[in-house]
């Protein structure tokens, strides 16, 4: 089975603090995602990669960066936490074949105060 | 604007009764559909797909059925069981268009589904 693990489930910041969210994926996939959960809102994409140092936008990328060093594992960075950051973040990847089926992490709750 | 509409954000059934979620997609371009299903604390799992080619897949209790004409979906689950109890989220993606592919999400119903 897939596994996708993402290092922490619940995270509590401050206001300015830099946050980093790491995500590592098991399967050699080529594809990775980061989104955000919020009620009423579902699923939004910030960033993607489909390569090792590639990166592209999503839907919501104003105020977090990514980092793909390696093709197992995809960071999430919050440069300066913001109150309006706190959300489920979840990360997710799939081959290179085809997109349509994602594998989620378990996601990180973040609250930032 | 969104592309993939999930217009009730609730739905309560009775437990061995059908449950009934609606899609509606406004982008002519998705070929491909999924539904996954999301507990709390938990990432979302994929439950069932569906090509634009078929306009019906059925994969045990779950069923889901493709309307290109009215750009609509729903998924069915006979019968519905406690444990069905989740956030059900609609995606679509255009996997020959020019996004890459990218899954785009409805906004999700929350099932109840009481015993």
């Known amino acids: 089975d897939v596994k996708v693990t993402q290092s922490s489930r619940y995270l509590v910041k401050r206001t300015g603090e830099k946050v980093f969210l790491e995500c590592v994926q098991d399967?050699?996939?080529?594809?990775m995602f980061w989104y955000r959960q919020d009620p009423g809102l579902g699923l939004r994409l910030i960033y993607f990669?489909?390569?090792?140092?590639?990166?592209e936008k999503g839907d919501i990328p104003e105020g977090y960066s990514v980092s793909r060093e390696k093709k197992e594992r995809f960071s999430l960075i919050l440069e300066s936490a913001s109150t309006n950051q706190t959300s489920m973040y979840l990360c997710?990847?799939?081959?290179?074949?085809?997109?349509?089926?994602?594998?989620f992490g378990s996601g990180t709750q973040l609250s930032v105060l | 604007d969104q592309q993939v509409k999930q217009n009730s954000p609730s739905l309560s059934v009775q437990e061995g009764r059908i449950s009934i979620l609606n899609c509606d997609y406004t982008?002519?371009?998705?070929?491909?559909f999924l539904w996954y299903k999301k507990y709390p604390a938990e990432g979302p799992t994929f439950l069932i797909s569906?090509?634009?080619?078929?306009d019906k897949n059925e994969d045990g209790r779950f069923t889901v059925f493709l309307n290109k004409s009215a750009k609509h979906l729903s998924l069915h689950i006979v019968p519905s069981q406690p444990g069905d109890s989740a956030v059900y989220f609609c995606?679509?993606?255009?996997?020959?268009?020019?996004?890459?592919?990218?899954?785009?999400f409805g906004k999700g119903t929350k099932l109840s589904v009481k015993p």
């Open positions: 399967m050699d996939h080529e594809n």
């Open positions: 569906i090509s634009s080619i078929k």
């Open positions: 995606a679509a993606s255009a996997l020959h268009g020019g996004s890459q592919g990218n899954l785009i």
């Open positions: 997710a990847s799939t081959s290179g074949s085809t997109n349509e089926k994602l594998f």
């Open positions: 990669s489909y390569d090792v140092k590639m990166k």
């Open positions: 982008n002519s371009m998705f070929d491909y």
